[in-house]
């Protein structure tokens, strides 16, 4: 039986953590009986850093005349990214940049049309909402009309990022440029319609109150029920370091409410198949821990991020590493697309042979976590 707004607010601020994780483990086995957690093997590269937005949580964004600005080709991102991607095993990129009057929906339609038709083993998995709409409104076009151009061109999956808190008094405290109200929601649902699925994410651990979180799972839910366009939910918490907004936000979060975010939505989510933990956004030992709390997906190797490598959290790992951690934490890996269809599985497969390119380079770095 659905669990109501109301039981619900009153579960997510009340009810013990033990008595969320039973619930929520019991509603993902009903779901997916089998042990399985999937991950993908992808890349988070983006095209431009220069952004006009000024969202106040993030680190990465540049003006365009800073020194360090840049804004690169389609043919040049394509072929710098993709070739990379291509020797480093990846099979998703999900590609991203910033907003600024120069990115034109012509722009993401050509490097929808370079990577499908030089790379048509890799998936492109691009675009946040934010960017589809500016490149809608630069181009004197609807964002409805912005997407079709996209689909036309093989695009068939968008990513979830730019959701922050589906509340627009947060919109307005902590990204009052971005789109409008009810603007990511209705651009993906608009997705939805045409034949995209994405996924949907949370950003919380700021200026968030429990009825902000409540009114973001709600609207979800609703627009689930409607669309069936949503594969997965994936919360992660606001990192600080190095934004406008750790003026205001003094600490992280903490693991107790990653983990009860994630058994909640499990609950509430009820229309999800697919909840997402992450080792990346939360550290990898907080991210095994995780997937004890109802999630039964960890996510993909990353490679290539920059948003949170600009707040000085670096976490790395390769698709060795995903299978080691996924085994840790009691749970048998399985690689997924971006579809979330299962393409392979490793009974009896303890390590797998890594590109150079797909290995890890890097120590992590992750001094969030220690506050």
């Known amino acids: 039986m659905r669990i109501s707004f109301e039981e619900g607010l009153r579960l997510f601020q009340f009810a013990p953590l033990e008595e969320l994780q ?34 106040n949580f993030c680190a990465f964004y540049r003006k365009k005349s800073a020194k360090d600005a840049y804004f690169k080709t389609a043919a040049e991102t394509i072929q710098e990214h993709f070739e990379f991607a291509k020797k480093a095993g990846i099979k998703t ?21 370079l990577a499908i038709k030089n790379y048509p083993d890799i998936h492109p998995h691009f675009f946040s909402a934010i960017e589809i709409w500016n490149a809608a409104k630069v181009s004197g076009i609807t964002v409805k009309e912005a997407l079709q151009a996209l689909w036309n061109t093989g695009q068939r999956t968008l990513p979830g990022g730019g959701a922050e808190v589906l509340s627009e008094r947060v919109r307005l405290a902590i990204s009052p440029k971005k789109i409008g109200p009810n603007g990511w929601l209705d651009l993906h649902t608009t997705a939805h319609d045409i034949g995209f699925k994405t996924t949907a994410t949370m950003m919380y651990g700021h200026i968030e109150e429990p009825l902000d979180i409540m009114n973001h799972l709600e ?10 366009g949503f594969s997965s939910f994936i919360p992660w918490s606001y990192k600080k370091t190095k934004t406008a907004l750790r003026r205001q936000v003094t600490r992280w979060a903490g693991k107790e409410a990653y983990f009860r975010i994630l058994a909640f939505s499990r609950i509430y989510l009820d229309n999800f198949s697919h909840i997402g933990s992450s080792w990346f956004s939360e550290g990898k030992e907080i991210g095994m821990e995780s997937l004890k709390y109802g999630a039964d ?6 490679l290539e991020e ?53 290995r890890v380079h890097e120590e992590d770095s992750m001094p969030i976590l220690h506050l």
């Open 22 to 55: 039973e619930k929520a483990q019991k509603a993902r086995f009903e779901k997916h009986p089998k042990p399985y957690v999937t991950f993908v093997l992808d890349s988070n590269p983006n095209y431009t850093n220069i952004c006009d937005i000024d969202c």
């Open 219 to 228: 609207a979800l839910r609703q627009a689930q029920d409607q669309t069936h």
């Open 306 to 358: 920059n948003v949170h490598r600009a707040t000085d959290f670096i976490n790395k790992t390769d698709h060795n590493g995903m299978l080691e951690m996924i085994r840790k934490a009691g749970f048998d890996p399985a690689q997924r697309d971006s579809f979330y269809n299962i393409t392979r599985t490793y009974e009896n497969i303890n390590s797998v042979d890594v590109p150079l390119e797909g």
């Open 93 to 113: 990129v999900l590609l991203q940049g910033g907003v600024h009057e120069e990115i034109t929906i012509d722009y993401l339609v050509e490097l929808v049309r």
């Open 297 to 302: 997906d960890f996510g993909g190797t990353i």
